[in-house]
């Protein structure tokens, strides 16, 4: 990037969702913030490492993912998580399918995932789905579908066992789509 201040003003706009992106995988304000403060100088200080190949938000939030990576990796010889499994939810999800495993109800036409996925605004809606989910279903679906961490890690880091990480991530994938379905397939114009 040829003008600094340009990209200290680019960096400065992002940092809101930076930090909470970080929020939510390391479930620690200090961590967080620290996360997102060594991947802005990062950035900073090798400006000329971005080519442009992606916007600079998919740039700077991969160099975040790592930072986190590294972050969990670190606290999670610190202090275990404990994992709170709401039974109630097992009867409502198994009403969602029938003995086969098929849905009951098939989701809505969604349209054009590539298109989807280009619109800015499907990810405001994304994080805030993403932010009701409960937490710990939340971190293990970014842990699993944005870190791209493998399940044995994830149990690692989170002091679970691996049938418990897929139920949880289960749920949250459930969740997600019924929230995205309500409020982002479900208001596109047809």
Same mark, same amino acid.
């Given at each position: 990037?040829?003008?600094?201040?340009?990209?200290?003003?680019?960096?400065?706009?992002? !940092?809101?969702?930076? @930090?909470?992106? *970080?929020?939510?995988?390391?479930?620690?304000?200090?961590?967080?913030?620290? *996360? @997102?403060?060594?991947?802005? /100088? *990062?950035?900073?200080?090798?400006?000329? !490492?971005?080519?442009?190949?992606?916007? #600079?938000?998919?740039?700077?939030?991969? +160099?975040?993912?790592?930072? +986190?990576?590294?972050?969990?990796? *670190?606290?999670?010889?610190?202090?275990? +998580?404990?994992?709170?499994?709401?039974?109630?939810?097992?009867?409502? /999800?198994?009403?969602?399918?029938?003995?086969?495993?098929?849905? @009951?109800?098939?989701?809505?036409?969604?349209?054009?995932?590539?298109?989807? #996925?280009?619109? =800015?605004?499907?990810?405001?809606?994304?994080?805030?789905?993403?932010?009701?989910?409960?937490?710990?279903?939340?971190? +293990?679906?970014?842990?699993?579908?944005?870190?791209?961490?493998?399940?044995?890690?994830?149990? =690692?880091?989170?002091?679970?066992?691996?049938?418990?990480?897929?139920?949880?991530?289960? !749920?949250?994938?459930?969740?997600?789509?019924?929230?995205?379905?309500?409020?982002?397939?479900?208001?596109?114009?047809?």
């Amino acid at each position: 990037m040829s003008d600094p201040d340009h990209l200290h003003r680019q960096l400065e706009a992002m !940092r809101p969702q930076l @930090v909470r992106f *970080a929020l939510l995988q390391l479930r620690n304000s200090a961590l967080a913030e620290d *996360a @997102v403060q060594d991947t802005l /100088i *990062a950035v900073l200080e090798q400006p000329d !490492r971005f080519q442009g190949h992606s916007s #600079l938000r998919t740039y700077v939030t991969g +160099i975040l993912k790592f930072k +986190i990576i590294d972050g969990l990796r *670190a606290t999670s010889r610190e202090r275990p +998580i404990d994992c709170v499994d709401a039974e109630s939810e097992d009867d409502a /999800i198994d009403a969602l399918f029938r003995a086969n495993g098929h849905t @009951v109800d098939m989701p809505r036409q969604w349209g054009d995932p590539d298109r989807t #996925l280009e619109q =800015k605004d499907f990810f405001r809606v994304l994080e805030t789905c993403l932010e009701k989910l409960p937490a710990q279903a939340a971190r +293990i679906f970014m842990m699993r579908e944005w870190l791209e961490l493998e399940t044995e890690e994830i149990c =690692k880091e989170l002091a679970i066992s691996s049938s418990n990480a897929w139920v949880l991530l289960y !749920r949250a994938r459930l969740r997600l789509r019924e929230c995205l379905d309500l409020h982002w397939f479900g208001a596109q114009p047809k």
